[in-house]
């Protein structure tokens, strides 16, 4: 007799819980593969990686430019794709996951790991032959980071996994700068540091209010294991470790003043913002704290670009010598 994962078994639980008549494993359709590919994580990885490319010093074809984008897209919607198909039976017993297609039983999980790990290789070899093979190996070390160290090891055993498991994350500019110089430079450390240090507060936030969620699954998230109380704290800490970190393009030289001003305008906001956690007993000002978190990532980035090229003009040339020049 064929074994039966834990994983398959909550799902099947799941799907029978359903309307009746519902088939085990339904036909998945379009927005099914889009939703594998976690489009709202993967929207800000993008942004993030496309910074760290247009920062970094040099010149490149701006196709080549796309491509780099692109491979990075999709090997962070790859990553994503296989963390639903490895995370579906925790996905089916919290509210927040229930309906991804693999609990949802639109998909088969078969179909959804075939289809991570066809867009994972695909995405490195295209980087490697397309770009270079420095960046190729970072992206595929990204992926591999996502998937053995954060889902397969980290998330069901430690309070720490979004901690440790927030570098994968923060990677994506360093693949977008790789893509342009070809190595590993400090500008693009930085970067990385800044994604890192941001991922615990903007998570946390989120887990402050779906404790109840991931209790159920069984997922330690640090309000589970240490409750709300040291959460709220650890998050305070880290708004305030973020003040020389996000400071940090403009003592180095990556970015100006117009961004040093932003970075601190946004850093007081940040803080500020877990404070309001501090002292609220309820649910509503860690939802504000983590819609926010992300809008502050955001903006650091952007500020990054509009820094480095207030002129449009000046800012293509940076991919085509020349162009912006009297």
């Known amino acids: 007799m064929a074994n039966i994962s834990s994983a398959d078994l909550a799902c ?28 709202r994580v993967m929207s800000l990885v993008v942004f993030t990686g496309f910074v760290g490319l247009y920062l970094a010093p040099g010149h490149l074809h701006p196709l080549l430019a796309a491509v780099a984008v692109l491979c990075i897209a999709v090997g962070a919607g790859a990553a994503g794709a296989i963390n639903m198909w490895y995370d579906r039976d925790i996905d089916a017993v919290m509210k927040r ?23 994972a290789a695909a995405s490195v070899v295209v980087m490697g032959l397309a770009v270079n093979w420095v960046a190729a190996t970072l992206l595929a070390g990204t992926i591999a980071f996502y998937i053995l160290v954060y889902t397969v090891w980290l998330k069901r055993r430690t309070p720490q996994n979004i901690v440790i498991g927030g570098a994968a994350g923060a990677f994506p500019p360093m693949v977008g700068w790789t893509a342009v110089t070809g190595d590993i430079g400090l500008a693009s450390l930085v970067l990385f540091a800044l994604i890192f240090f941001w991922t615990p507060p903007h998570f ?4 402050l209010y779906r404790t109840g969620d991931y209790a159920r699954a069984g997922v330690p998230m640090m309000p589970v ?20 970190v996000a400071l940090a393009p403009t003592l180095l030289g990556l970015a100006g003043l117009v961004y040093g001003a932003v970075a601190i305008v946004l850093s ?50 940076h991919f085509i010598p020349g162009l912006g020049s009297a």
């Not at 799907?15 to 593969?33: C, M, Q, T």
């Not at 946390?204 to 887990?207: F, G, I």
């Not at 309001?276 to 500020?303: C, E």
Request: hydrophobic residues 55%; proline residues 6%; aromatic residues 10%.
């Open 204 to 207: 946390w936030a989120l887990s």
């Open 97 to 119: 996951t229930q309906n991804r297609p693999l609990p949802a039983g639109r998909m088969a999980p078969g179909e959804a790991l075939g289809f991570g790990c066809v867009l």
């Open 12 to 39: 099947a639980g799941t799907i029978a819980n359903r309307a009746p008549g519902a088939s085990l494993v339904g036909e998945a359709n379009v927005a099914d593969f889009v939703a594998l590919l976690k489009p």
């Open 268 to 317: 007081v906001l940040f803080t500020l913002a877990a404070v309001r956690v501090w002292f609220d007993t309820g649910d509503a000002s860690a939802k504000r704290m983590f819609a926010f978190s992300i809008l502050y990532l955001f903006l650091l980035f952007a500020a990054m670009l509009v820094d480095h090229s207030p002129v449009l003009a000046g800012g293509i040339g």
């Open 225 to 244: 294991v240490a409750g709300a109380r040291e959460t709220k704290k650890q998050m305070l800490l880290y708004t305030i470790v973020l003040w020389p």
